[in-house]
């Protein structure tokens, strides 16, 4: 086991599984030559983000993702698929079950710390498993959890002892759904390998498959974040995901509108109420957003004038970096309770008593959609 480890270390980054280089700067996987007899072996690319919470932009090629989930089908293993809640439609692999074959699926549905306190656990689970089972995502246990927060933790473990039956562990999840801190948490508990991977709130930070040897000679692998332009999370500035991803329980935001009034969230977002009696819309959004009332009429005029500023950020000159706006008309029935849901950046409850006509205003590419009310 130790030998194993010791090879590991020269050949990859400790913290992100990416291949050691020290020729090319600018590539993955580069550290400089009078670094690499240090232990364990870190890339510059981990360092900075560990010590100075920065990182830099690298390009991994797509197709090599999907050839690595598409080889866990050969294998006999068990797969652990983690979703961010916060973002569960955003997060969730689509077509997982066609990658992962017959191999058996646990979802982790991580960051539950990030819902409102008093919340109904086994309400939640249940809508998980209605959501995943119309995403023809089939599952053998659904585990609630924060890893952040150690929460619920010791189920996942549970879980593992349950389900592994001497196999290999494949962890598979999008990007900035908190995967690198789970499987921290599983190498504190579950493994004797005594290292961290690299951790932040950079999507993308594990560059390749870590393996994560266990005692019994199988090992938890790691793999990549899977990159998903249609969150919001993608499109935003770095410097601007502090303030997009919540870091404590949402304290939701009740909004009684009148039909033909607009709210902007922040100047990422336009919503407006159409059409229909009035009535409540509950965002659960992120706290440090910002979030702006006024008429319709007037909505045109009040972003162009006051975008990255009066309606909050990103700036004006990050604006333009971010994709130009789409419209999507959501219709929702009488009787009906249902979310708006907008990929990365969160939901809007409505309460469906009276039936409501809504456009929604997001950058382009940016998943938005109707679904049955989590809460």
Same mark, same amino acid.
């Given at each position: 086991?130790?030998?194993?480890?010791?090879?590991?270390?020269?050949?990859?980054?400790?913290? =992100? !599984? $990416?291949?050691?280089?020290?020729?090319?700067?600018?590539?993955?996987?580069?550290?400089?030559?009078?670094?690499?007899?240090?232990?364990?072996?870190? =890339?510059?690319? =981990?360092?900075?983000?560990?010590?100075?919470?920065?990182?830099?932009?690298?390009?991994?090629?797509?197709?090599?993702?999907?050839?690595?989930?598409?080889?866990? !089908?050969?294998?006999?293993?068990?797969?652990?698929?983690?979703?961010?809640?916060?973002?569960?439609?955003?997060?969730?692999?689509? !077509?997982?079950?066609?990658?992962?074959?017959?191999?058996? $699926?646990?979802?982790? $549905?991580?960051?539950?710390?990030?819902?409102?306190?008093?919340?109904?656990?086994?309400?939640?689970?249940?809508?998980?498993?209605?959501?995943?089972?119309?995403?023809?995502?089939?599952?053998?246990?659904?585990?609630? =959890?924060?890893?952040?927060?150690?929460?619920?933790?010791?189920?996942?473990?549970?879980?593992?002892?349950?389900?592994?039956? !001497?196999?290999? $562990?494949?962890?598979?999840?999008?990007?900035?759904?908190?995967?690198?801190?789970?499987?921290?948490?599983?190498?504190?508990?579950?493994?004797?390998?005594?290292?961290?991977?690299?951790?932040?709130?950079y999507p993308g930070t594990t560059l390749d498959a870590v393996h994560i040897p266990l005692e019994d000679g199988k090992a938890i692998i790691d793999t990549p974040g899977i990159v998903y332009t249609s969150r919001m999370t993608e499109v935003v500035p770095r410097s601007f995901l502090g303030t997009l991803l919540p870091d404590k329980p949402i304290k939701p935001l009740v909004y009684q509108l009148n039909e033909k009034q607009s709210l902007f969230i922040g100047s990422l977002v336009r919503f407006d109420f159409v059409e229909g009696e009035r009535q409540s819309f509950t965002f659960y959004i992120s706290n440090a957003l910002n979030v702006h009332r006024t008429k319709m009429e007037r909505a045109d005029e009040l972003y162009e004038n006051h975008k990255g500023e009066l309606l909050g950020g990103p700036s004006v000159a990050e604006l333009t970096e971010i994709p130009e706006w789409t419209r999507h008309s959501l219709r929702v029935k009488q009787g009906l309770k249902q979310d708006v849901f907008i990929a990365g950046l969160g939901w809007i409850q409505v309460n469906g008593m009276y039936g409501a006509l809504i456009d929604v205003y997001a950058p382009k590419g940016v998943k938005v959609m109707l679904r049955d009310s989590m809460i």
């Open positions: 086991m130790k030998e194993r480890q010791q090879d590991e270390t020269i050949t990859s980054c400790a913290g =992100c !599984g $990416v291949h050691i280089q020290s020729q090319q700067p600018e590539e993955a996987g580069y550290i400089p030559e009078n670094a690499i007899s240090r232990e364990p072996i870190i =890339c510059q690319r =981990c360092f900075r983000i560990r010590h100075y919470n920065e990182a830099s932009s690298v390009a991994i090629d797509q197709d090599d993702f999907l050839k690595l989930l598409g080889s866990i !089908g050969t294998t006999n293993s068990l797969v652990v698929h983690i979703v961010d809640l916060y973002d569960f439609e955003g997060s969730l692999i689509s !077509g997982l079950q066609r990658f992962v074959g017959n191999n058996p $699926v646990i979802l982790v $549905v991580n960051k539950i710390d990030l819902l409102p306190k008093g919340m109904n656990t086994n309400r939640i689970r249940n809508w998980v498993q209605q959501q995943a089972k119309s995403q023809g995502l089939r599952t053998i246990d659904i585990i609630l =959890c924060s890893a952040k927060r150690n929460m619920g933790f010791e189920h996942v473990i549970d879980a593992l002892e349950r389900h592994r039956n !001497g196999r290999d $562990v494949y962890v598979v999840g999008a990007t900035n759904v908190g995967k690198s801190t789970l499987i921290n948490r599983l190498i504190r508990d579950y493994s004797d390998m005594e290292r961290e991977l690299t951790t932040s709130r």
